[in-house]
């Protein structure tokens, strides 16, 4: 492994190109809205569905528990990974539309079936899935220590057009903005950041940085000027996308318990994130300190398993799997109110949860094999 010692070549011209590929258009902005911003609300009223109000329009199975998920950027297609060491791409408009036909359960492949993709070149379960930015790959990461990138837009595609190879067990990743860069967490407390042209790899150069434990998540910033991680170790840590160099750390974020989860919120002020002590924490990185703890899961049952918190596409909701009673919980994201409960219809723990990122959709993965697709059916044929 190469050590980063000097801050990625033009990162200013990278940066002003990350921030331009970010701006959304006036119609995607009046869709979803600016995001959550406390400094500048007050009372808000929420404009996007109540998440207790989706339904389930459509069900993929695998052959094995299913662990992973991904939308992508365009919220077009969605992801499944397994146990089974099987990853599926799927269309959405065709999951609606089956819905729309009262067919909501998965059959074969063929010419109007929502599956459009199924991928084998994975010898272990698939941990974690993401699409790129910009183009029709999908990168895959295994328990089986390889990364895999996957081009969807041929039709007779199984196997991937390249392997990153650790040494590892893959848990997380994530793609820089521009896509020509993923940062990941494995088994080991060291981060690892590749050029997926190159597949060189860099690692922060002073081992005090990194944390004591597995990394359970990785997310970079939208306008790509940070990442974040969590562990097992407890921490959350902040880094500087360009000199790979961990710049804040929340110690004992979750009062000791693991941290599961951590995303930004699009304007990249606060960090959401999520602890195997069921609280959900909002954080504010100017400051540093947790602004909104979202309270009330977990209270009929520990919670044995990591899964995600996450935010909806206008980010006015708090989303949050419940173990013990397969419900999603979900809080205003402002002010932190309970919302009604949504029974999720899984035999299992929810092992991940996405929502879309510009509509009312978001997908749960689960140890019962199958990936349940929720949408706000009244907008159905909309």
Excluded at 162 to 169: A, F, G, R
Excluded at 289 to 313: D, M, P, S, V
Excluded at 338 to 352: A, E, M, T
Aim: glycine share 6%; aromatic share 8%.
């Amino acid at each position: 492994m190469n050590v980063v010692i000097k801050g990625l070549q033009h990162e200013t011209d990278r940066q002003k190109e990350s921030e331009q590929a970010l701006i959304l258009n006036p119609i995607q902005q009046m869709l979803i809205g600016p995001g959550i911003d406390l400094e500048f609300e007050t009372n808000v009223s929420c404009t996007a569905p109540e998440p207790s109000l989706y339904e389930t329009v459509y069900v993929t199975s695998h052959k094995g528990a299913c662990r992973a998920g991904a939308f992508s950027p365009d919220g077009q297609l969605i992801a499944t990974g397994s146990s089974d060491a099987s990853i599926k791409i799927l269309d959405v408009e065709r999951m609606l539309a089956k819905a729309h036909d009262l067919g909501n359960t998965d059959n074969q492949e063929g010419q109007g079936h929502p599956v459009i993709r199924t991928l084998y070149d994975h010898l272990e379960e698939v941990s974690c899935l993401e699409f790129h930015p910009n183009k029709p790959i999908l990168a895959s990461g295994s328990r089986d220590c390889h990364v895999k990138l996957f081009d969807y837009s041929k039709t007779s595609v199984k196997k991937a057009f390249k392997t990153i190879n650790d040494v590892e067990p893959i848990t997380c990743l994530s793609f820089h903005p521009l896509g020509d860069f993923l940062v990941m967490g494995t088994n080991s407390p060291v981060i690892r950041l590749y050029d997926i042209n190159t597949v060189q790899c860099y690692v922060c150069s002073l081992p005090s940085h990194q944390h004591t434990g597995p990394v359970t998540s990785i997310k970079y910033e939208p306008s790509a000027r940070f990442f974040v991680s969590s562990s097992r170790d407890g921490s959350i840590k902040l880094w500087d996308a360009v000199s790979n160099k961990c710049v804040n750390t929340f110690d004992k974020a979750h009062d000791g318990s693991q941290v599961c989860s951590v995303t930004f919120s699009r304007n990249g002020k606060y960090i959401l994130s999520s602890g195997k002590d069921s609280l959900v924490k909002l954080w504010e990185l100017s400051t540093s300190r947790c602004l909104i703890a979202y309270t009330g899961a977990g209270t009929t049952g520990k919670q044995e398993h990591r899964t995600q918190a996450l935010f909806n596409h206008t980010e006015e909701y708090v989303m949050y799997p419940d173990e013990a009673t397969t419900s999603l919980c979900a809080w205003n994201a402002r002010n932190a109110s309970r919302q009604q409960l949504l029974s999720l219809g899984h035999n299992g723990p929810i092992r991940s949860i996405v929502h879309s990122p510009n509509s009312a959709a978001f997908l749960t993965c689960s140890d019962d094999f199958r990936a349940r697709f929720w949408y706000r059916k009244h907008l159905i044929g909309v």
